[in-house]
């Protein structure tokens, strides 16, 4: 298993601000992972942090809106960029080794006003 | 791609009573599978999960999940209903060799009545 600490747990920001959101794991881990949950739905993946280079997004997520660094294979951070209310969501940092199960984070809650 | 089908957005059961909970997944090889349950402002948590071998999976909580590959369905279930198993269930497939970067379907959002 991993124990996943995601900070902040939860940030109500102003719109056109940015939020960056830590995930820190409590050992070495292949892969990281960040998704979106929308109020009321599913998750959906934004992107893989790959460590030591750039993050591989998926349909309908830039790195200009979420840019995200792994510099090491504990540690991982998402940003939300020129924040609008449409981008208020719970944001989950998961990890898990190679064909293993994905283990969350508690999330982070974000709004934006 | 890969996909996932959670037919039922919400479902109610008295406690005490038997649950399923459907899934349907599109994967072109053998996926792995797993339920995770999400209660109301927390993170996920794993019920269980199939990779491979017996079909029949048992979990946490006393659940468990059937892997049925000529109906790509991988059903949860549990005899008996506790108050506290109210939740939101999410089934997600992962793919062969990152079985952790998961799709999820949209998710099963269960009431218990007492």
């Known amino acids: 298993s991993a124990v996943i600490s995601q900070k902040p747990s939860r940030d109500i920001c102003q719109r056109g601000t940015s939020l960056t959101i830590q995930c820190q794991v409590d050992?070495?881990?292949?892969?990281m992972f960040w998704y979106r949950q929308q109020p009321g739905q599913s998750l959906t993946l934004i992107a893989t942090?790959?460590?030591?280079?750039?993050?591989?997004?998926e349909s309908g997520f830039v790195i200009d809106k979420f840019p995200i660094s792994r510099p090491n294979l504990t540690f991982s951070t998402l940003t939300v960029s020129n924040m609008s209310p449409e981008d208020s969501s719970i944001y989950l940092c998961?990890?898990?080794?190679?064909?293993?199960?994905?283990?969350f984070g508690q999330g982070t809650r974000l709004t934006v006003v | 791609a890969q996909s996932v089908t959670q037919p039922d957005i919400h479902i109610t059961v008295s406690e005490g009573a038997s649950l399923e909970l459907r899934c349907n997944y599109s994967?072109?090889?053998?996926?792995?599978l797993f339920w995770y349950v999400q209660s109301p402002g927390q993170g996920l948590q794993l019920l269980l999960k199939y990779f491979s071998g017996d079909t029949l999976v048992q979990g946490i909580k006393g659940f468990e999940a059937e892997f049925k590959r000529s109906q790509s369905s991988f059903n949860l279930r549990k005899p008996s209903v506790h108050w506290s198993d109210a939740a939101e269930y999410f089934c997600a497939v992962g793919g062969t060799g990152t079985a952790s970067k998961l799709t999820f379907g949209t998710g099963t959002r269960l009431q218990v009545t007492l």
């Open positions: 050992s070495q881990v292949t892969m």
């Open positions: 998961s990890v898990g080794r190679v064909n293993t199960e994905a283990f």
């Open positions: 942090a790959n460590q030591g280079s750039e993050a591989t997004y």
């Open positions: 994967y072109g090889a053998t996926p792995y």
